[in-house]
């Protein structure tokens, strides 16, 4: 009797014991990782110099020439850390002698992120440019310019937001002007170069600040 119940005793100590190891060498479970929501949509609105030029007999040089200043937005779209797609409109006409530019366009957006914080880009793609000439020597006729094409440019933006220690989880988001909060940006546009009867040109030189989501 004794006996048996030495045993059931042993029997249930070694029982207890491979519980007990059993749960020792459980797998550890596995630390959860947070998966963040990247945005590659950004928007910016900024400031423009505008500088046309075209064929006229009225001027010393045969060209009238003119600067004017204006307001520039954008809303563009990053698929990954080399390319984007853009969208830009613009009107200039403050402090306009003889001309007024609109433009608007979509423009593919080839990039290269030198620092964390700082990238340099290409614009190239599809333009429409109006510019609206008022100058008593013009004959009836040459006032009015609308182009359609292709227009060109570059620039490069600046990242001053500071969530660079959450950006290291996101696919891209983190490198040059796409983390999550403000930046700015400067940039030069070809917009016409000797078109139409006068040869007509326009190129811009763009400058403000843009806001990654």
Partial sequence: MKK????IALSSL???GILVAGKNVAPAEAPIVPVLDVNPLYVGLGLLWSGTSRDCPCADDNRLKETTYGVIGRIGYDFNQY???EARAFKASIDKDFAETTHYGI???PQYHITDRFNIYGLVGYGKTKIECDHPSLTPGTKM???SGLSVGFGFEYDMSDDSAVAASRTFDGQ???EKG???WVDYQNLLHNEGNSNIKANIVTAGVTYDF
């Fill in 83 to 85: 390319i984007g797609i």
């Fill in 176 to 178: 040059g002007d796409q």
């Fill in 107 to 109: 423009y593919l957006k």
């Fill in 145 to 147: 310019y609308d182009e």
């Fill in 4 to 7: 048996s119940i030495a045993k």
């Fill in 182 to 184: 403000w930046g700015i």
């Fill in 14 to 16: 070694l029982m207890s």
